[in-house]
């Protein structure tokens, strides 16, 4: 199957009785590449839809007098809008809450009403008297896709404060860490399109990238014609025919190799490297890029044709090993290959720089095989124990057939493992280290030491 198809998935779910009480349903499998984070309904999708009913408004009408007796003297202002509501400002605090407890009765929708419900809940949750629920298969899969890094969303009708309370004080713990982000109806209607359009742009994420799970075939087609892709969740498993539908997360394969977002703290790294080296002034007018492993087989590049100084979290994107892009919509420069080709040979080396110096382009275009430097104290920087160490970084022709190139430097790297960089000939260096700040620092104590022997040799060239 092509990873450039949009959607899923085998037609509704078919189920076939094995034995009487064994019911296996088909898998709704999607195509590697496909789905860049996973947006949620809350009620009927992730959690029973009694829960509400049965533990959050039963615990409300049964702590409501208390609560407001508990709470009365910071509680006068929504007190006070109860009773203007009401229409009863001479109201005691006993008619008031009899008159909060008849609007829940009549499931009003009421400010005032709601505002002291999510107080109490959250005092609920936060004494332990309840608990979110989250069905165990919900549980499984979101467990599964976070540690395989999928952005998870929630977009429920509930509060965003609500949600968190929910998932932070769930019957699985707090899921919070799990979570991305949260969408409320402050967003819009759930049973309309745009809100799917912001709420695909408030990810940054394409909408085709995104797959939506409800159990309300309105919301679901609301945002299949905003372009997500959509399953119903329905868990009495009378799916309608028209539909795609599951009837548990179970059902639901994502392959694993879908990391296409750079993990944020990945970026804020690469975007601090490419501060230090744009504004030292190594990468001029866009040139060089900066990568760092994400995982053994994906690597973070920087896209191509940014000025360094000003890279954002939207200039970085994940390729793998061949040097090929996870990430839809971007394109890495053909010195991704030179990147991918240190990884795959140097399994320590985390991170990697590419800056185009005046001192490297000179100096490589000046000496034959390698700049080889001795007798450096600048030279304990780059992990030597002693000014008396010698330094070498071999210096390779370069190319436009970044393929070769790349062989040859990891031909190269196979026998000296414990090079630190490679410079390409009138073109510039890459230098690399365990992690970003390692790689920096070498970068720095190079340069360092191609300005001094730049000088050196200089003043040599005009004493002679
Ligand atoms: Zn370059």
Redesign the pocket.
């Known amino acids: 199957m092509s990873v450039d198809m949009p959607v899923v998935i085998q037609e509704p779910a078919v189920c076939s009785v094995l034995s009487d009480d064994v019911v296996v349903f088909d898998m709704k499998t999607f195509p590697k590449g496909t789905v860049e984070a996973v947006l949620m309904d809350i009620e009927g999708t992730t959690t029973s839809i009694l829960f509400v009913h049965d533990v959050l408004f039963p615990y409300a009408k049964r702590e409501m007098q208390a609560f407001i007796a508990e709470h009365e003297t910071c509680l006068g202002s929504i007190l006070d809008e109860v009773k203007y509501t009401a229409e009863a400002p001479d109201a005691d605090l006993k008619e008031t809450t009899n008159i909060l407890l008849s609007w829940m009765e009549q499931d009003k929708k009421i400010t005032s009403l709601k505002t002291l419900q999510g107080m109490m809940w959250e005092e609920g949750y936060k004494k332990g008297e309840f608990v979110g629920h989250i069905y165990e298969d919900a549980f499984v899969s979101m467990s599964e896709w976070f540690r395989q890094q999928m952005p998870l969303y929630i977009y429920s009708s509930g509060s965003v404060q609500s949600q968190k309370l929910l998932f932070s004080h769930s019957s699985y713990g707090d899921l919070s860490p799990m979570l991305s982000g949260y969408f409320d109806t402050n967003i819009g209607d759930k049973k309309q399109k745009e809100s799917y359009v912001k709420i695909a742009d408030a990810m940054k994420i394409c909408p085709k990238s995104i797959l939506f799970l409800s159990d309300s075939i309105e919301e679901v087609q609301a945002a299949k014609e905003a372009g997500l892709q959509t399953l119903l969740l329905a868990r009495n498993g009378n799916g309608p025919e028209n539909t795609a539908w599951v009837r548990s997360f179970n059902q639901i394969q994502i392959p694993p190799s879908f990391i296409r977002t750079v993990p944020k703290d990945v970026t804020d790294q690469i975007i601090r490297a490419g501060k230090f080296l744009g504004d030292a002034k190594l990468c001029p007018a866009t040139?060089?890029?900066l990568s760092s492993r994400i995982s053994a087989d994906l690597i973070a590049i920087t896209v191509s044709g940014k000025n360094k100084s000003l890279l954002t979290q939207d200039d970085v994107l994940v390729v793998d090993l061949a040097g090929k892009a996870v990430t839809m919509n971007k394109t890495p420069?053909a010195?991704a290959l030179i990147h991918t080709a240190v990884y795959s040979v140097l399994p320590d080396v985390n991170a990697i720089l590419?800056?185009?110096s005046v001192n490297s382009v000179v100096l490589s275009k000046l000496l034959a095989d390698a700049f080889v430097t001795h007798g450096y104290e600048m030279h304990k920087a780059l992990g030597c124990h002693s000014h008396e160490s010698v330094i070498s970084i071999p210096i390779f022709d370069n190319s436009q057939d970044y393929l070769i190139l790349a062989s040859r430097i990891q031909a190269y790297l196979k026998e000296h493992p414990s090079t630190i960089g490679v410079f390409?000939r009138g073109?510039?260096l890459y230098v690399w280290g365990y992690d970003m700040d390692e790689a920096q620092k070498r970068v720095e104590a190079l340069e360092f030491l191609f300005e001094t022997e730049w000088k050196l040799r200089s003043c040599a060239m005009l004493g002679s």
């Open positions: 040139s060089g890029n420069s010195e590419h800056h185009h390409l073109h510039g």
